[in-house]
């Protein structure tokens, strides 16, 4: 069994669950191995080997994350000339989608974005990709060079499974292109206490039919440990940030339960929600489009639906 490399997903070396879900699927490929890039490998390292990462290959000049992501997909096709992965895994997240074209250029290997699934396969492994926006899926495999394999985040459900984890560092010489886009400012993301929305496991998002009053949206979050997300419409009006868009040109996001409050249900915002695992909608219009991609829908409003509901959750 070769070696499956994936790019570790962390913030200032406090991992994504992402992480584990690419080591899960790691472990069905062939023998998993992390790529840490930055700082904080010392203690991801623990967390990575319990999720079966029996190498971690570190390479912590802080260059590396002080510029756009070109480094990153250096210090990837470094290591991968050096192990000759039969894999690449990485997150399907903006950045993620990023390095993997870098990667896949750099090691003239074929790439799969918005995987949902990896399985081994005779002549390699085979994703389950969502395509046209979520719109179908369809199974890919790449036929020239390592797989390199976008994964979008909460497709896996993560196992455990103890292994060695031992470090080893990488030295690379960064060119002078991987850091010539280098970043000079960060806009701290306000707290709010709930989780990070493509990551989250229910997403709730309120659109015009909020009328620009999210708080019965929030306070059916907050009953289900959810993150929030808004429509277009509610975020051109001004009544949520950009950061909590969902859709085309918004966060793709893929919970196991997506609440659609108060949306119509556009084919710009399926696009970032509809391979969601159970879809809910509540609104007015029983016609609603949203209405042809639900599990469940509740024809209402939502001022009267959303607190009868949050309040039937509190209960439990
Ligand atoms: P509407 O379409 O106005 O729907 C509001 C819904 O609320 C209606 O169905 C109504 O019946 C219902 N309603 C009203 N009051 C209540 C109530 N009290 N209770 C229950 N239901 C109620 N959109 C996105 O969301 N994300 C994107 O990333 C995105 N990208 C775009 C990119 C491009 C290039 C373009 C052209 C458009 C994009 N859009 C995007 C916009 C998209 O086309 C829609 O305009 C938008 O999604 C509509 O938002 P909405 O469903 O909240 O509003």
């Known amino acids: 069994m070769g070696e499956v490399l994936i790019l570790v997903d962390h913030v200032d070396g406090k991992l994504r669950k992402t992480t584990a879900e690419l080591l899960t699927i790691a472990r069905r490929l062939g023998e998993p191995s992390a790529v840490h890039i930055g700082p904080g490998a010392e203690t991801a390292q623990v967390t990575l080997a319990k999720y079966g990462a029996s190498k971690v290959y570190v390479f912590d000049d802080e260059a590396a994350l002080k510029n756009l992501v070109a480094p990153q997909a250096e210090v990837l096709a470094a290591v991968a000339a050096k192990t000759s992965p039969v894999a690449v895994l990485i997150p399907s997240n903006t950045a993620g989608k990023e390095i993997a074209a870098r990667l896949a250029v750099k090691t003239e290997s074929g790439l799969i974005t918005d995987a949902v699934d990896v399985q081994a396969g005779e002549g390699g492994p085979v994703a389950n990709q969502s395509v046209f926006a979520g719109s179908y899926t369809v199974k890919s495999q790449v036929t020239k060079g390592a797989a390199i394999i976008a994964v979008k985040p909460n497709s896996t459900a993560i196992e455990a499974a103890p ?35 493509t990551e989250a496991q229910i997403v709730v998002s309120g659109g015009r039919g909020t009328g620009g009053d999210f708080s019965p949206v929030e306070a059916f979050a907050d009953s289900l440990g959810a993150a929030v997300g808004a429509s277009r419409a509610a975020v051109d009006a001004g009544w949520y940030p950009h950061s909590n868009q969902v859709g085309q040109t918004g966060k793709q996001v893929s919970p196991q339960l997506y609440v659609a409050a108060g949306i119509s249900g556009a084919i710009q915002h399926r696009a970032g929600m509809q391979t969601s695992k159970t879809i809910i909608a509540i609104n007015k219009d029983e016609e609603a489009p949203i209405f042809e991609l639900v599990d469940f829908g509740v024809v209402g409003d939502l001022f009267n639906v959303l607190p009868q509901a949050t309040d039937e959750v509190k209960k439990r």
């Open 163 to 197: 292994a060695a984890g031992a470090v080893e560092k990488v030295e690379v010489t960064l060119s002078d292109l991987a850091t010539a886009a280098p970043i000079t400012d960060r806009q701290p993301k306000a707290k709010s206490g709930r989780p990070e929305l």
